[in-house]
């Protein structure tokens, strides 16, 4: 039972993964993005990690795909930037990348189907998590604290300039 | 667990197709989320397969650094778009040769 | 005072290496003194040496300078060996020498590479100095050589003319072309012999070497072609008319009077080794009577006075060579002897001629400058005299005794030589009756200064009276000829001769009772006044031959097919530096992409090994 689930899920987010580095508009390219993140979230959920989980679809589907509209929005492209993109995007452009990924692929899969075929769906629940931070990865999280710290302050300087010279919703 | 593990292989190239292919900036940047997602997906398997929390903190920490990834990199696109008026990741070569 | 024979080629030398070093600074007149008093002072070391030498016991004299190379039994030394043959040889080449640098004093005065030409003078006078003085075949072959470069430096001398060049150049490969020769005998010598030294050569040879045998004979061979090639004899003869391209004087030194007579002496100085190969013997004479016919004959339809001259040298040395030929060793020594004497005059004196006639060269636009020039034209005459060796000259007696030799080996040999001395008659008067008799077309630009008048009056004295000077060659040379053993017949045609040459010469240029214009334009008469005037036709067969194929093959390889590889390589560089550098394209997915294959690349190891 869990199985098929997986599988149809994994479809989902194999699915949306290609629509999505199809897309000529970046805002219909964002949803299949998100639907694909949210699908992963359920795998997650099957497989036990319901932290992760949640964490998935609050902080990932949810904070950082609405940062990605905030700015897409901001930089209002428009018709011609899809039509840009339809010139952009010929057949003949993906075979080469493709090709390479679909190498880097068969040897993944090589490396993992040769290693140990145990069992998952150990349920790991949130206490545990919990107490494996504030336990052995206590320096991690004071790391991962001040990169979000480092991440605040280079956005912050990043955009300074362009709130002193560009007006908000400037057709450009 | 092959299974988890290969379906992140395959989100892992997609992205990765997608960061070589895209030329628009902000597809980059999110092809490059399928990609960090995907290595979560794998910490996440592994996890699930030794009954640790290690992988789910490790996927944590993946998060928090895609987290401040998106922020500072989009800032740098509005800066690039701000100064090329474009989003074309190939106007911005400088080189000559 | 025969210790001084090792000063001899020095002060020459010494004057070439302070001219060419600083000889652009020094003031006219210090150069004037440097590059004629270095080869004064070694004609007058010459001159004590050969008192002290001919007042004695006529022993060759040996003076050892030092070492150049020794290695094994391989001994070269800086040798010196004073004889007979070489004190004779020694005796043309400073007092000739000297005399004809006194006049490029007055003949180069205007000229703006004054230095220059007194330095290649001097190189050239101590190359041929240590030529004839040394006592082995290497250092021999160093003033062979040296007088080579000396001898393409002046003849290039005015090098802004790009056919000066050209003619110095036909000189040097031509002449080289005998020096591989005679390097190749020299090397066959040692092999066989082990020894460089002249002398022990030839006893060893005597000894070792059977008469007749190929040893003897392909050495021989070998060292002849050397002789050949500096002594423009057939096939090498086509250098010299070309290389009258050069200042009158050097023409006077070098074609006439010592470089060309350097194959004369090498065949001498070696003479042991070629009666072991009588053969090759014959050979030297009949080379020496066929090219003293052909030269005689192109030099009757010459018009530049240069070209007479120049087809005259090779003439007479083709006498040297029949004389050799026919062993008469001390006549073929005494001849060059004479030689050197009237030849230089007779160049001189056409230098005087073109000096003072505004450089004009074309016989047949000169005339009647008997009056205008009489020291020239006596000069002149007592040249051409001696060159048809009428009686009581000293071209007379030398040429009479190679003659007589000649007779007593072969009379075919003899005819030659008798039927060369009518057409050195016919063409050496010819000369003398259309410059000098005759309507004066123009005046005489300028008159002729002391520098130049007293060597023509000098070398004009020993033209005449050299004939008498008697040197011991016989202390030299194992001559079996004894004069007194002819037929009086045979010595009145050789005495006669020259007469009905000089009787031929007067009909049709002095009196023209026949008309040498007339005979000229008979439709018999063009071809073969076309093959003379070309010194029969050797020029355009050596360029069939020789110059067109060449040509040929190096327009093929135009584009220099050894150079390939090392081009190439420049090549591969470039095409190397184009590829690495196309990698480095500046677009971000450029270099995701070669992320990605490098990842491949790398796990794709990592999985195979």
Same mark, same amino acid.
């Given at each position: 039972?869990?199985?098929?689930?997986?599988?149809?899920?994994?479809?989902?987010?194999?699915?949306?993964?290609?629509?999505?580095?199809?897309?000529?508009?970046?805002?219909?390219?964002?949803?299949?993005?998100?639907?694909?993140?949210?699908?992963?979230?359920?795998?997650?959920?099957?497989?036990?990690?319901?932290?992760?989980?949640?964490?998935?679809?609050?902080?990932?589907?949810?904070?950082?795909?609405?940062?990605?509209?905030?700015?897409?929005?901001?930089?209002?492209?428009?018709?011609?930037?899809?039509?840009?993109?339809?010139?952009?995007?010929?057949?003949?452009?993906?075979? !080469? @990348?493709?090709? $390479? *990924?679909?190498? =880097?692929?068969?040897?993944? +899969?090589?490396?993992?189907?040769? &290693?140990?075929?145990?069992?998952?769906?150990?349920?790991?629940?949130?206490?545990?998590?919990?107490?494996?931070?504030? !336990? @052995?990865?206590? $320096? *991690?999280?004071? =790391?991962?604290?001040?990169? +979000?710290?480092?991440?605040?302050? &280079?956005?912050?300087?990043?955009?300074?300039?362009?709130?002193?010279?560009?007006?908000?919703?400037?057709?450009? | 667990?092959?299974?988890?593990?290969?379906?992140?292989?395959?989100?892992?190239?997609?992205?990765?197709?997608?960061?070589?292919?895209?030329?628009?900036?902000?597809?980059?940047?999110?092809?490059?989320?399928?990609?960090?997602?995907?290595?979560?997906?794998?910490?996440?398997?592994?996890?699930?397969?030794?009954?640790?929390?290690?992988?789910?903190?490790?996927?944590?920490?993946?998060?928090?650094?895609?987290?401040?990834?998106?922020?500072?990199?989009?800032?740098?696109?509005?800066?690039?778009?701000?100064?090329?008026?474009?989003?074309?990741?190939?106007?911005?070569?400088?080189?000559?040769? | 005072?025969?210790?001084?024979?090792?000063?001899?080629?020095?002060?020459?030398?010494?004057?070439?290496?302070?001219?060419?070093?600083?000889?652009?600074?020094?003031?006219?007149?210090?150069?004037?003194?440097?590059?004629?008093?270095?080869?004064?002072?070694?004609?007058?070391?010459?001159?004590?040496?050969?008192?002290?030498?001919?007042?004695?016991?006529?022993?060759?004299?040996?003076?050892?300078?030092?070492?150049?190379?020794?290695?094994?039994?391989?001994?070269?030394?800086?040798?010196?060996?004073?004889?007979?043959?070489?004190?004779?040889?020694?005796?043309?080449?400073?007092?000739?020498?000297?005399?004809?640098?006194?006049?490029?004093?007055?003949?180069?005065?205007?000229?703006?590479?004054?230095?220059?030409?007194?330095?290649?003078?001097?190189?050239?006078?101590?190359?041929?100095?240590?030529?004839?003085?040394?006592?082995?075949?290497?250092?021999?072959?160093?003033?062979?050589?040296?007088?080579?470069?000396?001898?393409?430096?002046?003849?290039?001398?005015?090098?802004?003319?790009?056919?000066?060049?050209?003619?110095?150049?036909?000189?040097?490969?031509?002449?080289?072309?005998?020096?591989?020769?005679?390097?190749?005998?020299?090397?066959?010598?040692?092999?066989?012999?082990?020894?460089?030294?002249?002398?022990?050569?030839?006893?060893?040879?005597?000894?070792?070497?059977?008469?007749?045998?190929?040893?003897?004979?392909?050495?021989?061979?070998?060292?002849?072609?050397?002789?050949?090639?500096?002594?423009?004899?057939?096939?090498?003869?086509?250098?010299?008319?070309?290389?009258?391209?050069?200042?009158?004087?050097?023409?006077?030194?070098?074609?006439?009077?010592?470089?060309?007579?350097?194959?004369?002496?090498?065949?001498?100085?070696?003479?042991?080794?070629?009666?072991?190969?009588?053969?090759?013997?014959?050979?030297?004479?009949?080379?020496?009577?066929?090219?003293?016919?052909?030269?005689?004959?192109?030099?009757?339809?010459?018009?530049?006075?240069?070209?007479?001259?120049?087809?005259?040298?090779?003439?007479?040395?083709?006498?040297?060579?029949?004389?050799?030929?026919?062993?008469?060793?001390?006549?073929?020594?005494?001849?060059?002897?004479?030689?050197?004497?009237?030849?230089?005059?007779?160049?001189?004196?056409?230098?005087?001629?073109?000096?003072?006639?505004?450089?004009?060269?074309?016989?047949?636009?000169?005339?009647?400058?008997?009056?205008?020039?009489?020291?020239?034209?006596?000069?002149?005459?007592?040249?051409?005299?001696?060159?048809?060796?009428?009686?009581?000259?000293?071209?007379?007696?030398?040429?009479?005794?190679?003659?007589?030799?000649?007779?007593?080996?072969?009379?075919?040999?003899?005819?030659?030589?008798?039927?060369?001395?009518?057409?050195?008659?016919?063409?050496?008067?010819?000369?003398?009756?259309?410059?000098?008799?005759?309507?004066?077309?123009?005046?005489?630009?300028?008159?002729?200064?002391?520098?130049?008048?007293?060597?023509?009056?000098?070398?004009?004295?020993?033209?005449?009276?050299?004939?008498?000077?008697?040197?011991?060659?016989?202390?030299?040379?194992?001559?079996?000829?004894?004069?007194?053993?002819?037929?009086?017949?045979?010595?009145?045609?050789?005495?006669?001769?020259?007469?009905?040459?000089?009787?031929?010469?007067?009909?049709?240029?002095?009196?023209?009772?026949?008309?040498?214009?007339?005979?000229?334009?008979?439709?018999?008469?063009?071809?073969?006044?076309?093959?003379?005037?070309?010194?029969?036709?050797?020029?355009?067969?050596?360029?069939?031959?020789?110059?067109?194929?060449?040509?040929?093959?190096?327009?093929?390889?135009?584009?220099?097919?050894?150079?390939?590889?090392?081009?190439?390589?420049?090549?591969?560089?470039?095409?190397?530096?184009?590829?690495?550098?196309?990698?480095?394209?500046?677009?971000?997915?450029?270099?995701?992409?070669?992320?990605?294959?490098?990842?491949?690349?790398?796990?794709?190891?990592?999985?195979?090994?």
């Amino acid at each position: 039972m869990a199985l098929i689930l997986f599988y149809i899920t994994s479809a989902v987010a194999i699915f949306a993964s290609v629509m999505m580095i199809t897309r000529l508009n970046a805002v219909h390219g964002l949803l299949y993005l998100i639907l694909s993140l949210l699908a992963v979230g359920v795998i997650f959920f099957l497989l036990g990690a319901h932290f992760a989980a949640v964490l998935e679809v609050i902080i990932y589907a949810g904070a950082i795909m609405v940062l990605f509209v905030f700015v897409i929005m901001m930089l209002n492209q428009g018709q011609k930037t899809i039509k840009q993109e339809r010139i952009w995007l010929q057949p003949r452009i993906w075979i !080469g @990348p493709s090709v $390479l *990924a679909f190498i =880097l692929f068969v040897e993944i +899969l090589v490396i993992v189907v040769l &290693g140990d075929n145990a069992e998952t769906g150990h349920i790991v629940n949130s206490k545990q998590v919990g107490i494996a931070l504030y !336990g @052995p990865y206590l $320096l *991690a999280v004071e =790391l991962a604290s001040i990169l +979000l710290l480092a991440g605040l302050v &280079g956005a912050y300087h990043l955009g300074k300039p362009m709130l002193k010279t560009t007006k908000p919703g400037i057709n450009s | 667990m092959e299974l988890g593990l290969s379906l992140s292989a395959v989100l892992f190239v997609l992205g990765l197709i997608g960061v070589m292919v895209r030329r628009n900036l902000i597809m980059i940047l999110m092809s490059l989320e399928v990609m960090l997602n995907a290595t979560g997906l794998a910490f996440i398997v592994a996890g699930s397969r030794w009954g640790e929390a290690d992988g789910q903190i490790m996927f944590l920490l993946i998060l928090t650094l895609a987290a401040a990834e998106v922020g500072v990199g989009l800032g740098l696109a509005l800066q690039i778009f701000h100064r090329f008026r474009t989003l074309d990741a190939d106007s911005v070569n400088e080189m000559q040769g | 005072m025969l210790e001084l024979l090792g000063w001899v080629p020095l002060f020459p030398f010494l004057g070439f290496l302070t001219l060419v070093l600083a000889g652009e600074r020094l003031s006219k007149a210090l150069v004037s003194w440097i590059g004629i008093g270095s080869v004064g002072i070694s004609a007058l070391l010459v001159s004590l040496i050969s008192f002290e030498f001919l007042n004695g016991t006529l022993e060759p004299y040996r003076l050892l300078l030092g070492s150049w190379m020794e290695i094994d039994d391989l001994s070269v030394p800086f040798g010196f060996y004073l004889d007979a043959l070489s004190m004779t040889m020694l005796f043309v080449v400073t007092g000739v020498g000297f005399l004809i640098h006194f006049y490029s004093a007055g003949f180069m005065e205007s000229d703006p590479g004054y230095a220059r030409f007194f330095a290649y003078m001097n190189l050239f006078i101590s190359a041929m100095l240590v030529l004839v003085l040394s006592d082995n075949l290497v250092l021999l072959y160093l003033g062979w050589e040296g007088v080579g470069l000396g001898s393409y430096l002046l003849i290039g001398f005015w090098y802004e003319n790009p056919d000066n060049g050209y003619a110095a150049r036909k000189a040097f490969v031509m002449t080289r072309i005998g020096d591989t020769a005679l390097a190749l005998g020299l090397f066959l010598l040692f092999t066989q012999l082990h020894t460089f030294d002249i002398h022990s050569l030839m006893l060893r040879a005597a000894n070792q070497w059977p008469a007749g045998t190929l040893l003897p004979m392909v050495s021989a061979a070998l060292l002849l072609g050397g002789a050949l090639g500096k002594s423009a004899q057939l096939p090498l003869q086509t250098w010299l008319p070309d290389a009258m391209a050069g200042p009158t004087p050097v023409s006077a030194l070098i074609h006439a009077a010592t470089m060309v007579t350097a194959g004369v002496y090498l065949i001498a100085r070696t003479h042991g080794l070629f009666l072991l190969a009588p053969t090759v013997q014959f050979a030297v004479a009949v080379i020496g009577a066929v090219t003293l016919l052909i030269a005689g004959c192109s030099a009757l339809a010459q018009t530049d006075i240069k070209r007479i001259l120049a087809y005259s040298t090779i003439s007479q040395i083709g006498y040297m060579f029949l004389a050799l030929g026919v062993g008469a060793w001390s006549a073929a020594i005494f001849h060059l002897l004479t030689h050197a004497f009237f030849k230089a005059l007779l160049f001189l004196a056409a230098g005087a001629v073109i000096f003072c006639f505004h450089h004009e060269h074309n016989i047949f636009k000169m005339g009647g400058l008997r009056k205008a020039m009489p020291l020239v034209f006596w000069s002149f005459m007592i040249g051409s005299a001696a060159l048809a060796a009428l009686p009581f000259t000293s071209g007379f007696y030398s040429k009479h005794e190679i003659l007589l030799a000649a007779f007593k080996t072969s009379p075919a040999l003899w005819a030659a030589g008798c039927l060369g001395a009518l057409i050195t008659g016919i063409y050496s008067f010819r000369l003398i009756f259309v410059v000098f008799f005759g309507q004066q077309s123009r005046a005489v630009d300028k008159g002729l200064g002391w520098s130049m008048t007293i060597p023509l009056v000098l070398l004009a004295v020993l033209a005449l009276f050299g004939g008498l000077l008697q040197i011991p060659l016989d202390s030299v040379f194992p001559d079996l000829f004894s004069p007194e053993q002819d037929s009086t017949l045979v010595s009145v045609i050789t005495v006669a001769a020259p007469f009905l040459g000089l009787f031929i010469a007067v009909l049709f240029y002095l009196t023209g009772t026949l008309s040498a214009q007339r005979f000229a334009n008979y439709n018999w008469a063009k071809p073969i006044r076309q093959l003379f005037l070309s010194g029969w036709g050797f020029d355009a067969l050596y360029d069939i031959l020789l110059v067109r194929p060449f040509n040929t093959i190096t327009k093929l390889n135009k584009n220099d097919a050894i150079d390939v590889p090392f081009l190439g390589i420049a090549w591969l560089s470039r095409r190397l530096h184009r590829l690495t550098s196309a990698s480095q394209t500046g677009r971000v997915r450029w270099y995701a992409s070669s992320l990605v294959l490098g990842a491949a690349v790398i796990i794709a190891i990592a999985l195979l090994s």
